[in-house]
């Protein structure tokens, strides 16, 4: 069965440093989304992308974020200046159609540890 | 927030046993879907009933939808082991509202 896939599994970085999280969605789907669970919270939504644009944002998802599908495969999250705050599993989830009417598909995940 | 809480918090239970989770939200919906977390992976979709189904199965998984009260259940019967793991609804706003989940436990 296809899967999400993300790399790398954990990141160690500096804060002020720049991470880029990176994820290869299920190749037939059309909708892209990142979600961060901070240790022992409930998943958030961060981004929604469809046709090389956001669709949605959270209110998390500041001038710090940007996500970008630089090739017919991959789809990243990058964020510029890393706080301590942003230290969390990061997961990437694609989706056939909108997710309103169709299951998210997940990766297992990025640990982003700033120190 | 859209999404309100899940209850149980957390439940333990004895293999063979029946596992029941309630989930509730807050504004209205198109469907309303169920996903498991195994410890350190990612989410995997379990089921989605939309917002005019009242009980959906598939598997030893039942779902269930009230609209009026906005809640759903999730009832997984002859539980196992393996079923272990943290249990979320979510549902779709102008965005994606997880629940704050389940924690599962099946004792063998």
């Known amino acids: 069965e296809p899967e999400v896939t993300q790399t790398p599994s954990h990141q160690v970085t500096q804060m002020g440093q720049e991470v880029i999280l990176r994820c290869v969605p299920i190749?037939?789907?059309?909708?892209f989304y990142w979600y961060r669970q901070i240790l022992g919270q409930k998943v958030e939504f961060l981004v929604s992308f469809y046709n090389n644009e956001i669709s949605e944002k959270s209110e998390i998802f500041d001038d710090q974020f940007s996500v970008e599908r630089p090739d017919g495969s991959n789809f990243t999250l990058k964020i510029r200046s890393t706080k301590l705050e942003d230290s969390a599993m990061y997961f990437c989830?694609?989706?056939?159609?909108?997710?309103?009417?169709?299951?998210?598909?997940f990766g297992d995940g990025t640990r982003l540890s700033i120190l | 927030s859209q999404q309100g809480e899940e209850d149980p918090q957390a439940l333990s239970i004895q293999e063979g046993e029946n596992a029941t989770m309630n989930c509730s939200y807050k504004?209205?919906?198109?469907?309303l879907q169920w996903y498991r977390q195994n410890s350190g992976r990612g989410l995997v979709h379990l089921i989605l009933?939309?917002?005019?189904?009242r009980e959906k199965h598939s598997g030893r998984l039942r779902v269930t939808l009230d609209t009026s009260k906005k809640s759903s259940s999730l009832l997984i019967t002859a539980s196992r082991a393996a079923d272990t793991a943290s249990y979320f609804c979510a549902t779709w706003g102008n965005q994606f509202y997880f629940g704050t989940g389940t924690s599962l436990t099946v004792i063998p």
């Open positions: 009933i939309r917002s005019n189904e």
């Open positions: 190749s037939n789907h059309l909708y």
């Open positions: 989830a694609s989706s056939e159609a909108w997710t309103g009417n169709q299951p998210q598909h």
């Open positions: 504004t209205s919906i198109n469907n």
